[in-house]
């Protein structure tokens, strides 16, 4: 069998530290109702409360992690997917004027030579008629 990928290694990390913290959360709200410290009905509440402070903080956490990355991207010069977009809009742009621009100049060029294809053939020269 290939050996997982990189992303595949940290997602599984990821899951399986997720199933973990909740079977750490649900023990520990367990010891706080067998310890009397919270009451069995409260228990659900108790762990939501704490799934959702949890969640705040990988939130907060992510959040921080983006902006920190986009600033270090930006630092060094790398160009976003903003920046990537602008410049294809750019060069669509130039390439339809260009496009436009040889329209325009074949378009004399291709009715001139229509009418001196039009145009009679020249007289003969004084030289050739009297030979």
Do not use: C, H
Not at 32 to 47: F, H, N, S
Request: hydrophobic share 35%; glycine share 4%; aromatic share 2%.
């Amino acid at each position: 069998m290939a050996e997982p990928s990189a992303w595949e290694r940290y997602i599984r990390e990821g899951r399986d530290r997720t199933q973990a913290t909740q079977r750490q959360i649900q023990a520990f709200v367990n010891n706080m109702v067998r310890d009397g410290q919270l009451r069995a009905g409260e228990a659900q509440k108790a762990i939501d409360d704490i799934q959702g402070r949890l969640a705040k903080q990988l939130a907060d956490t992510q959040k921080r992690v983006r902006e920190t990355i986009r600033d270090e991207l930006k630092r060094i010069g790398v160009a976003t997917k903003s920046d990537l977009d602008r410049l294809e809009r750019k060069v669509a742009r130039l390439e339809k004027q260009i496009a436009t621009q040889k329209a325009s100049k074949s378009a004399p060029a291709k009715a001139a030579s229509k009418s001196a294809a039009k145009k009679s053939p020249a007289k003969k020269s004084a030289a050739k008629r009297s030979a």
